[in-house]
């Protein structure tokens, strides 16, 4: 299994990454492509990565990484390879990597939002019990709530403080609402 870093949209294998985000996601949890192309080119700390495996495209991780904790913002197996243990495989290999991992799922109110949960429960990811408003992407948006959860470690409530720090002050600067409120 390889991780492989895109820094480029331009690259040749940037629109399979692209196209599953799009059908992976909530509209409401995409940035939009110019955004998302910002971040991607300018900031060292935002990893656009797409997992393969024998020249097969298994899915995408992106998140972000401070030097403290590792960010899941997006995390996604491709519709082919779903059901056969790619994701545990992938999201296992990937935590090797850090000393923190931080991720976010919707509330478990509904089947899929409780599976998730469970999926993550199973290897070893913690709930930390801190819910929290996620800011919008776009304009049209409206915030919603979410879970975090962290690997290895439990997050205290000021390792929680800084996470939800460094989204506001570093990640959320590429959204369209931070975009139109610097360009005003």
Sequence with gaps: MTFQRYQ??????WP??????????????????????????????????????????????????????????HFAIHPMHRGKQYGSHCLTEFCKQFPQVILEINLPVDDISIRRQHFYERLGFLVSGYQHEHPPYRIQDKPHQLLALSYPNPISREQQKEFLTYREQDIM????????EIER
Aim: net charge negative; aromatic share 20%; hydrophobic share 30%.
């Design 173 to 180: 600067q590429y959204s369209e609402p931070k975009r139109h």
């Design 16 to 73: 399979l990454l692209w196209e599953l985000y799009q059908q992976s996601f909530p509209v409401c949890e995409l940035r939009l492509e110019e955004d998302h192309r910002k971040a991607m080119t300018t900031r060292s700390d935002f990893y656009c990565v797409g997992i393969w495996e024998d020249n097969a495209f298994l899915g995408l991780i992106f998140y972000w990484y401070n030097g403290d904790f590792c960010y899941v913002e």
């Design 8 to 13: 480029n949209p331009d690259h040749p294998d």
